[in-house]
Every structure is written in structure tokens, then in C-alpha cells.
């Protein structure tokens, strides 16, 4: 089991930046994809950003631009800078890993809160 523990979010004015990290409890050498979901009261859990073991990385229409996703995997870490925040970017973001035997994990989350 890969544990995945999320630190960086709180509350941010529109305009500003916050910079989430995921930390996994083994090395991400062992893990194919990591990545950034997120949900928002009354919503499905969307994606935001991933990054595979080859450095492919894939982004939501609506971050592009604005947030960055970044990989270390010295430290068994991934990254999501976020810049440009808006109010609609307001929910609880949860890291993701997907290991080579496609089982998937998942942290507990942090929240993110925009204000206007």
C-alpha cells in the first residue's frame, strides 16, 4: 500500500498562489502516475494534473496556464504550484498514485479555498 499525505493548501485571495505537496510513503520509482484531483461541494471529483513515470504530463483545460505540475522523485514527492487562483478553484484536492500493477491510491486530501 502507497500512503500519500498532502501539506500546502488554506486560504488564498483571488490572484495568489499556493503550492500543494504529496508525499508517498515508498519510492515513486515504484509508481507509474502521480497526480492532482479535485472536488468541490455538490461535484464530481475532477482532474487537475498528472505526470507519468516518463514525463508525460496532462493538464484540465481550465489550469492551463496557471498551474504547474512538477515531480521528485528523490524525495518521493509531487508537486502542484498554483498561480492565478481563482474563487472557482475552491475545493479539496486529493493526490493520486497509480503504481505499475494499475492499483491506485489516494491521500485524504487538503483544501483549497479561494476568496473574491
Known amino acids: 500500500q502507497v500512503q500519500l499525505v498532502e501539506s500546502g493548501g488554506g486560504l488564498v485571495q483571488a490572484g495568489g498562489s499556493l503550492r500543494l505537496s504529496c508525499a508517498a510513503s515508498?519510492?515513486?520509482?515504484?509508481?507509474?502516475?502521480m497526480g492532482w484531483y479535485r472536488q468541490a461541494p455538490g461535484k464530481q471529483r475532477e482532474l487537475v494534473a498528472v505526470?507519468?513515470?516518463?514525463?508525460?504530463?496532462n493538464y484540465a483545460d481550465s489550469v492551463k496556464g496557471r498551474f504547474t505540475i512538477s515531480r521528485d522523485s528523490a524525495k518521493n514527492t509531487v508537486y502542484l504550484q498554483m498561480n492565478s487562483l481563482k474563487p472557482e478553484d475552491t475545493a479539496r484536492y486529493y493526490c493520486?498514485?497509480?503504481?505499475?500493477?494499475?492499483?491506485?491510491?489516494w491521500g485524504q486530501g487538503t483544501q483549497v479555498t479561494v476568496s473574491s
Open positions: 505526470i507519468r513515470s516518463g514525463g508525460t504530463i
Open positions: 493520486y498514485a497509480r503504481n505499475y500493477y494499475t492499483e491506485n491510491f
Open positions: 515508498e519510492s515513486t520509482n515504484s509508481i507509474h502516475t
